[in-house]
């Protein structure tokens, strides 16, 4: 079992920054493709971004591209969303997501039910 605990969100002006972290229980995530997803109020849940298990490979949604940045330190068993020029569109809660999966062969990185394992989600909230 996997339990993933994020970290770092909260409120921030508009073109400020944070950084999110997601760190891994009970089991090393070195073998798992990772994710970042966010869910505003009244809306599905979105992909971000995600990284595979190596960290070499990334992938943006188009409307962070250029703002956000995944990274994972796998000795630290831990995942990391950098995000720079925060807008108010950006505000949602943010979660991590995790599979054993290599989806980057599979396919489905963007895909919510691609995943097994989901954090409880921080709240990022980006003022005006």
């Known amino acids: 079992q996997v339990q993933l605990v994020e970290s770092g969100g909260g409120l921030v002006q508009g073109g400020g920054s944070l950084r999110l972290s997601c760190a891994g229980l009970?089991?090393?995530?070195?073998?798992?493709?990772m994710g970042w997803f966010r869910q505003a109020p009244g809306k599905e849940r979105e992909f971000v971004a995600a990284?595979?298990?190596?960290?070499?490979?990334?992938d943006y949604t188009d409307s962070v591209k250029g703002r956000f940045t995944i990274t994972r330190d796998n000795a630290k068993n831990t995942m990391y969303l950098q995000m720079n020029s925060l807008r108010p569109e950006d505000t949602a809660v943010y979660y991590c997501?995790?599979?054993?999966?290599?989806?980057?062969?599979?396919?489905?990185?963007?895909?919510?039910?691609?995943?097994?394992?989901w954090g409880q989600g921080t709240q990022v909230t980006v003022s005006s």
């Open positions: 009970g089991r090393t995530l070195s073998g798992f493709t």
């Open positions: 990284i595979t298990r190596s960290g070499v490979t990334t």
């Open positions: 997501a995790a599979d054993p999966n290599n989806l980057w062969v599979e396919g489905g990185w963007r895909v919510t039910t691609r995943y097994d394992y």
